[in-house]
């Protein structure tokens, strides 16, 4: 407090030195939580421009508003520094807005009900989408299941004329029809792809469930079939960015850190950050082959383009696949599938190879691990790198999802400086099914163990990896602190996080992970000026509360660019 004082007398007396310059906006009589010790809990701040100009009490920002200021008494209110998203997939959140969601279908049948309506609308030949359903999440099982999963009986049955490709929830897995299958020219001697697994039945049969790399068998025909001109890619590509954009605002996202786009489609978010038209700001991975970075990654590093909104500086890669489609890579095998132990979906050798390109071009190096061997394999992947480069510091490569790590694994990550970009809202969603793919005692070990992580030292991040959830951080951020799953059942709770730990993880330690602290992450005079105001104290509220947390703005750089209706 003495240190916030002071600075605010200081900045008194520059003000009246060389005559205090006003403010285009102002919040006040708030509980503004500027997520900075310095400061701390303040009641207004002032913006210039797109940045913060000045925080702390009425009076003292009273001083910099003038007529021409917008003034917004948040009446007691909760601001926040802006959400940042700290692993998601841009381009796919508003790809998923355009098909059907299966987020929320208790059971297969209504999976088959949504499909038919979507099929009675369909021309023939017409390619029907879907993402979002998770066998383990149902109320019951489906008829005739394999590992738990449907067989495509029953869809093939009410869409002999049209392709269907439902994503699972995780992304990590498809479920095709006999129409989108038979144009793939997948039957019972096709065989599995390197990192790939297609389900069989008793008589040998494909069910429909492709997982990890297999799905690319019939993507790739869906990719052919339905190719566009670059009129028409460039029209789709601003489509779902408008949508995406539009819903990361309403939900409070201020920044977005996309986990994997192509180069071409950095090319298209680059040209739309340079016209004005996205308004969150994004932080893109390079998801490409090592051949095409290698030509590349010289000409792709790009700082705060479009006035801060595009930043590339980092590569994602896949080490394995999910839990729920077990797909992800384990030291032993699953619980509840004694026979697997997941799948390594991209060599050693070649991820080795991509730390090399990472290292030697200045570029952070982001890759998938959800299993504890995973987990291993990257963590010594990285070792090796820093050891065989030891004046390179500071790197912060990260480790997405790290949900699954081995008790000898966990210091590691702080020891070598690796950030562990987790998913608050994963625990909890994924809860009701980890103690079945892993058994209690791993479960209780290494299973979405932040607090642990930040315990050892290492930073945590947050997201939300939409649109396997949704992008709302309010939920990740219950996750995070509750630990609580839709049965009220509390999965560990050892290792919530306090209030203001989930806020750090949401907020500064995203803007961290992505070397962003001097601009973001923070209400700190001189940083962008991205707030976010709440319809409730998501730090004092009573938990039960939190879920129901509305967003009453959306500010960036000092722009409000969503307010709620």
């Not at 917004?72 to 841009?90: K, M, Q, T, V």
């Amino acid at each position: 407090m003495y240190t916030r004082q002071l600075m605010s007398i200081l900045t008194g007396l520059m003000c009246m030195m060389s005559g205090c310059v006003s403010a285009d906006l102002v919040l006040r009589n708030g509980k503004i939580a500027t997520v900075d010790d310095r400061y701390g809990e303040v009641e207004a701040i002032a913006v210039r421009g797109d940045r913060i100009l000045a925080v702390g009490t009425n009076a003292e920002i009273g001083r910099y508003v003038d007529s021409q200021t917008k003034v917004i008494d948040l009446a007691g209110r909760r601001a926040i520094p802006g959400f940042i998203e700290g692993h998601g997939h841009f381009t796919s959140l508003g790809s998923s807005m355009l098909n059907l969601d299966l987020r929320n279908v208790r059971n297969w049948d209504e999976v088959i009900s949504l499909v038919k309506k979507a099929v009675d609308q369909a021309q023939p030949g017409e390619w029907i989408l879907g993402r979002g359903w998770h066998q383990e999440k149902w109320n019951k099982p489906p008829p005739g299941a394999v590992e738990g999963f449907p067989t495509h009986a029953m869809l093939s049955a009410i869409s002999p004329d049209n392709p269907v490709c439902l994503t699972h929830a995780s992304g990590h897995a498809c479920f095709f029809n006999a129409k989108a299958m038979a144009l793939a020219s997948v039957d019972e001697n096709t065989k599995d792809p390197q990192g790939g697994e297609i389900l069989h039945d008793n008589a040998g049969q494909p069910i429909g469930v492709f997982r990890e790399t297999a799905a690319n068998l019939v993507q790739r025909v869906y990719a052919a079939q339905t190719a566009k001109d670059v009129k028409s890619r460039r029209a789709h590509l601003r489509r779902i960015v408008e949508l995406a954009d539009k819903e990361c605002l309403s939900k409070g996202v201020t920044s977005f850190q996309d986990a994997g786009s192509s180069l071409a489609t950095i090319d298209g978010l680059k040209e739309l950050v340079e016209e004005g038209a996205i308004g969150t700001r994004l932080w893109v991975m390079i998801r490409d082959s090592n051949e095409a970075l290698a030509a590349n990654l010289n000409r792709y590093k790009m700082i705060g383009v479009g006035n801060n909104h595009l930043t590339v500086r980092a590569i994602k890669r896949s080490i394995d696949g999910a839990l729920g489609s077990r797909g992800a890579w384990l030291l032993e095998p699953y619980s509840d599938l004694p026979s697997s132990s997941g799948l390594n979906t991209a060599t050693v050798e070649s991820v080795t190879e991509t730390a090399r390109l990472a290292i030697n071009h200045d570029f952070q190096l982001c890759v998938h691990a959800i299993g504890d061997r995973a987990n291993r394999e990257v963590l010594d992947i990285y070792q090796q790198t820093f050891a065989s480069n030891p004046t390179r510091r500071g790197l912060r490569w990260r480790i997405e999802h790290a949900q699954h790590v081995h008790r000898d694994d966990i210091p590691r990550f702080a020891k070598l400086g690796v950030i562990a970009s987790m998913q608050g809202v994963h625990c909890t969603s994924d809860a009701p099914y980890v103690e079945d793919r892993l058994g209690r005692q791993r479960a209780e070990e290494g299973a979405y163990v932040w607090k642990k992580f930040m315990e050892s030292g290492a930073v945590v991040t947050n997201g939300t990896d939409t649109p396997v959830e949704d992008v709302s951080p309010i939920a990740s951020y219950y996750a995070s602190v509750s630990r609580r799953s839709k049965d009220g059942s509390v999965f560990y709770p050892n290792q919530r996080m306090s209030r203001l730990e989930a806020l750090k993880s949401y907020t500064i330690n995203c803007a961290y992970g992505a070397f962003e602290e001097k601009d973001k992450g923070s209400l700190t005079p001189g940083k962008l000026a991205d707030i976010v105001i709440l319809s409730n104290d998501i730090l004092t509220c009573p938990e039960a509360q939190i879920p129901d947390i509305t967003i009453d703005y959306t500010i960036v750089g000092g722009k409000i660019l969503y307010q709620t209706p």
